[in-house]
């Protein structure tokens, strides 16, 4: 009986602490839209195989600067085989030519291990200024014609948005600065290329932590700040803007897309590889659904998603990647008048000043946190306090931390350039989301232990 008391007695605070979190009052519902079915199977090997970009680099060029690739995470065969799983190998008028594809960010390796849909958050865009594609294209004029008129599309738009993506550190994404390079080139309704920008390009470059595709199936948006409404694979197949000719390739591409969608909504998260303590993932459930789940979700069987966006002024998150979209009316103007709203299956955007709550499947593998990529672990995510200012992690040899939840990582007492993330910098903030500051250690750590199991 003094056992069944002492346990009780124990249990009692985690039941009664409570976070800061939001009233519902707070909270900004997000509609859903009607999306594309598909066929996953013939997404899935559009998405290994097939010509989302239709130029790139020729096959020999490419091999000759980068090697062959010795790891076939995807298993493919032929030319495949010895690309990175960002790349495909496809036939353009006899010749072998290498296309970048959406797996060059949505997908990465865990310890070794090939993980479809995670967010690839190694890739590096700090030094792209120092980036010159203008001799590729140069040597491909005077060798050979055929090859140059392939890749000239590809390296054209290489050569415009390459030097200005550049971030203040490796990890980061410039997908929202690439985008609106892209349509300032692009006439909004043929699609066609300029060589001169039609658009003012904004001088910054917000950075964003890339979402894990396996979240798509319960969000009712696109991206961070919910931007992205009606038909999500008009947006998933945005990287063909890299080259499109025209608008009759885009509708050809786009007919690939349902079932790329498809596939993306089989996408499940990968389980926690470590032993989880079975009682204290239960009192951190407690605490969780309680106080979490109103933005979050619940889990398991009969779990939901609630689809709320939080404003700005509520989660407390670096603003600039919101900001950026409510200045940036020229960028919404030229996609609310373009192509990709026209059809059976159009998107819009919606700008929003706020963030979305995400769902957490899978939260264990999906670091560094936050919008931005400014936190490095889960348990930083929850007590502010321990949070560096100015912190790095080996990609090289990368250390997962199984106790913090996150990447092990190396402080700093001064900014160290671009070798490590400095949160001080616009658009690269790690403040806000406060609701974990109100537990003990012993209570966050329940939670931890349960955010383990999603």
Known sequence: MKKILASLLCTIPFLLTAFSNPGADDLIAIQPSPQRSGDAAKGYEYLITGDILKSGVPYSYFTMINGKN??????RTGKNATVDFGYNVIEREGIDVV?????????????GKYVMGLGN???????TKSTNFKPALNMLKMTSAKQYEIAKPFLTSAIATFPLMETEVRGVNPADKLAGILVAHRNPKTLEWSDSAMLQIPDEVVPVDVPAWWLLKKKNAMFHNALGRGDFSRFLMLSNLLTVKDTAEAREVSGHFGDVLAYVRTIQAPKYPQPVDDKL???GKLLFNDNCSGCHGTYGEGGSYPNFLVPIDVVQTDPMLCESFIKGKAFLDWFENSWFTEGENPA???ASEGYVAPPLDGVWITAPY???GAVPTIEAMLNSKLRPKYWSRDFDKPEY???AVGWKYTTYTEPQKKKAYNTTLPGYGNTGHYFGDALTDAERSAV???????
């Open 70 to 75: 010795e790891t076939n995470h995807l298993n």
């Open 99 to 111: 296309v970048p594809t959406c797996l060059h960010c949505h997908s990465s390796t865990f310890e």
């Open 121 to 127: 958050t190694t890739l590096d865009f700090s030094d």
């Open 281 to 283: 993932a239960a009192k």
């Open 348 to 350: 819009h955007v919606v």
């Open 370 to 372: 936050m919008h931005n």
């Open 401 to 403: 931390d199984y106790k």
């Open 448 to 454: 931890i232990e349960y955010l383990k199991t999603l």
